[in-house]
């Protein structure tokens, strides 16, 4: 057996069917949202009165109850955010599962003593940002999907914090936390829990004009795990995360007893660990994605964990169409697994829409069926079974009556003249004694001792079985049914009562501070600008106005420093070194030659763009700028981040106007111009599709500088731009942030500077840029006609005002 400790494991709870599902199936606990403050919602989600209903069936059961609130907060919503989380606190969560670092600083200066765990939503790629997190009180960890088992045996072999892992379900094809697609193009934010899936839309990925392959190249098939678990478990992932808030109770219910049962299998029989294939089934049937991948534990991605065929479940495959007959709309189907009444079948057509049909006949596997159906259906088609009815009713039994009990112990005292007593416990430390009818003796045929067992064993359908109970009594007694049956149920009502008072906190009144002096318009802006390539740094840094360069960490930034360093000195412009977007464990060694490297250097300061990457910096005596990566939306985020240490913070490009002036100051930044990116992605499209890469880092194509975009349904060209060190792609707006129309307005905020951001622009593109931001900088009202001539040319290319004036949901 596994030395290792047995893994949590953690189930999604979209409602209270799937919550019980969840619970009889075996988990160990449930994470689930309310109404409001959640990252899907989408999902049914629970009121106050349901949550703790929730959390006491949980709690009867053994069973712990984390609760979401996982999306970033506007300064509006704080206060009421706080208040739900006093209510969470008082009915007993076991945790909050939290992404806002304002939110978190204010619950724990409030609520000290409710743990919370860091989301995936906060992106922790490294030890590093493990480290961090657990410096600031977080007890559990929730890695980004993209480490491989490596990385993190590495991170949980150092790390205090446990550390959890999603197992099973859906992929998000960025980096979480990371994504502004669904914001960006629709105004949805996927960080505020409002994501639409942009990404599952189909798309076609260019070369230049050259169309090189099409179909839903975003969207990665489900993970499954079942097959490397204990692989996971000697890893050291203390809680195993099964996604699916938004999927059905029958899933819920399969997912969660398949995982339990092999959890159980490998740390009771490790040396027969084995999968039967009628579980993957069970699994593929449930839902899938063209089938399942491993995931990234084992993969560093590739088309193989993409469905570009389809976005949605696509069933489990069970024939193949034998013919069709036009005339008649009849197919005849060679079935490979047994069919029953109510199944739902799907024919997959030469084009979609598929057709669909449900079965009214059993048969079994092998036979050939036919049915009536009508479509441009072909010999050889494949069928899937879309909804296999006999599991679905299997899986519906597993929670429509309770069968998860808390084993509780006994002690049951019969004495004559006495009255009757019972004591319960369980292992927890609840404990209960309760009395009842006095005993009387025996007039006739006196009560036995097997008798009085009976009875009081009989919990029905309490939250109970009782394992044992000890009995010391007197032989020749007399106690009636009734009586015993009351003493076992008020026995049984105070237990409940003891262990939910026992889960239960004493309610604190706690509130938001006084609302803090209004910062002031600064209307006198420093101007900053981010390059990717020493050519944008020596075109722009002589431009009047200009106090910051932020250069892009690279190898041609490493190399070119020195210049670098010398052109800003001679402008006196300062130059600080942007660390990467993603930092992943398996470039820890680089990475922090290259931040250490750096901290030696005559830079002036550091852009960093995780929590890790704070921790590193933050003492190197150097000014440090915290980037919009770490989705500040409020002042408390603000706060937090200033009395870390960051001297400047870039306020989330998601907030608009009202949302920037509620939250900033003098030493706060927003982005004014740039192509922003949409999300930032392992699974990039042009080594999945052009550079042969098959779960391996990098490719054919690597540091291939030739223009690739994907091109949506609507003709919006998205560039890609390719950080080939770190494999990692970043997915552009088609269209770039440009406010100079608007400046004026912007202007009036109370950022003490704003920024620029070049990515794909040419050197002369960004010089002219510069040039026309800076003098509107100084003087909104003085524009040159060089200036004029640029918002000519931005209004006929086309350009997007942001979230400057809209915000997001």
């Not at 820890?588 to 901290?599: N, S, Y």
Request: proline share 3%; net charge neutral.
């Amino acid at each position: 057996m596994s030395a290792r400790n047995k893994p949590e494991l953690l189930a999604p709870a979209g409602s209270m069917e799937s919550l019980k599902a969840a619970v009889n199936n075996g988990c160990d606990a449930v994470y689930l949202g309310g109404k409001l403050f959640s990252a899907r919602q989408f999902a049914g989600n629970f009121s106050l009165e349901e949550l703790e209903e929730a959390c006491d069936y949980c709690h009867l059961r053994g069973v712990k109850v984390y609760v979401t609130i996982n999306t970033l907060y506007k300064d509006e919503e704080l206060k009421e955010l706080l208040g739900f989380v006093g209510k969470l606190f008082k009915m007993g969560v076991d945790a909050l599962i939290i992404q806002d670092s304002g939110a978190a600083k204010l619950i724990r200066e409030n609520y000290p003593d409710l743990p919370l765990h860091a989301s995936t939503q906060m992106t922790a790629n490294s030890l590093e940002d493990v480290r961090y997190l657990e410096s600031l009180g977080f007890s559990k960890i929730v890695l980004s999907r993209e480490l491989s088992l490596e990385e993190i045996s590495e991170i949980t072999q150092q790390a205090e914090a446990e550390i959890e892992t999603f197992i099973h379900g859906a992929l998000c094809v960025c980096y979480s936390g990371q994504c502004l697609m669904s914001s960006i193009l629709g105004g949805r934010s996927g960080n505020r829990g409002r994501c639409a899936q942009t990404c599952r839309l189909p798309y076609t990925l260019y070369k230049g004009a050259d169309k090189l392959q099409e179909g839903y190249l975003l969207s990665p098939k489900d993970i499954q795990t079942v097959t490397i678990l204990p692989q996971l478990i000697e890893a050291g992932i203390a809680s195993l995360k099964i996604e699916g808030r938004m999927k059905n109770p029958e899933y819920v219910a399969g997912v969660t007893g398949i995982y339990r049962k092999y959890i159980d299998l490998y740390f009771d029989d490790p040396d027969h660990y084995q999968v039967s294939s009628e579980d993957i089934k069970a699994l593929t049937q449930l839902f899938n994605r063209g089938g399942f991948t491993e995931g990234y534990y084992t993969s560093a991605g590739g088309k193989d964990m993409m469905s570009i065929e389809r976005p949605k479940t696509w069933g489990l495959k069970v024939g193949i169409v034998d013919s069709y007959i036009p005339k008649h709309n009849r197919v005849t189907i060679r079935t490979r697994e047994a069919l029953v009444p109510g199944d739902g079948i799907e024919i997959w057509t030469a084009k979609e829409p598929h057709v669909g049909t449900n079965i009214s006949k059993a048969s079994k596997a092998g036979e050939v069926i036919s049915l009536a159906i009508e479509g441009d259906i072909q010999k050889n088609d494949v069928v899937y079974r879309t909804y296999g009815k006999a599991l679905n009713d299997a899986l519906r039994k597993t929670w429509e009556r309770d069968s998860r009990k808390k084993s509780i112990w006994g002690l049951l005292k019969v004495k004559k003249g006495q009255p009757l007593a019972l004591q319960l416990w369980d292992m927890s430390g609840s404990n209960i004694y309760v009395t009842g009818d006095m005993v009387e003796s025996a007039a006739n045929q006196p009560t036995s001792l097997e008798k009085l067992k009976q009875q009081i064993e009989k919990m029905g359908a309490t939250s109970f079985v009782l394992e044992a109970l000890e009995i010391d009594g007197d032989d020749d007694i007399y106690v009636s049914v009734g009586a015993l049956n009351q003493l076992r149920r008020m026995a049984v009502e105070a237990l409940e009562e003891a262990i939910l008072k026992k889960s239960k906190r004493q309610e604190i009144q706690k509130g938001i501070k006084e609302e803090k002096e209004k910062s002031s318009y600064i209307l006198q802006k420093k101007l900053h600008a981010l390059v990717t390539e020493f050519s944008q740094l020596e075109a722009i840094v002589g431009t009047k106005g200009l106090k910051v360069i932020y250069f892009e960490a690279s190898a041609e930034m490493e190399r070119m420093l020195p210049q670098a360093l010398k052109l800003c000195n001679s402008f006196d412009v300062s130059l600080y070194a942007a660390l990467p977007k993603i930092s992943r464990q398996w470039r820890k060694d680089i990475e922090d030659a290259m931040v250490e490297c750096l901290k030696k250097t005559e830079i002036d300061g550091f852009l960093v763009r995780s929590a890790g990457q704070f921790g590193l910096v933050k003492d190197s005596g150097k000014k440090i700028t915290v980037d919009y990566t770490l989705n500040v939306m409020n002042e408390e985020g603000v706060a937090f981040w200033k009395q870390q240490g960051a001297d400047s913070v870039c306020l989330s490009v998601e907030a608009n106007l009202k949302e920037i002036n509620a939250m900033g100051d003098k030493d706060c930044e927003m982005v004014v111009y740039g192509y922003l990116p949409l999300m930032k992605t392992q699974q990039c499209p042009i080594g999945n599709f052009t550079g042969e890469k098959e779960g391996h880092f990098y490719c054919s194509e690597k540091n291939n500088t030739e223009l690739y975009f994907l091109k949506d349904r609507k003709g919006l060209k998205f560039p890609l731009m390719t950080d080939c060190e770190r494999c990692v792609c970043t997915v552009l707006n088609s269209k770039p942030l440009f406010t100079l129309k608007f400046y004026d307005e912007i202007l009036e905020s109370v950022t003490g500077s704003v920024r620029l951001e070049f990515t794909k622009e040419g050197i002369g593109r960004a010089a002219r840029i510069t040039k026309a931001y800076a003098e509107m900088t100084q003087d909104p009202n003085k524009i040159s006609s060089e200036t004029r001539s640029l918002l000519e040319e931005m209004r006929e290319k086309g350009n997007t005002k942001g979230h400057f004036f809209r915000g997001v949901e």
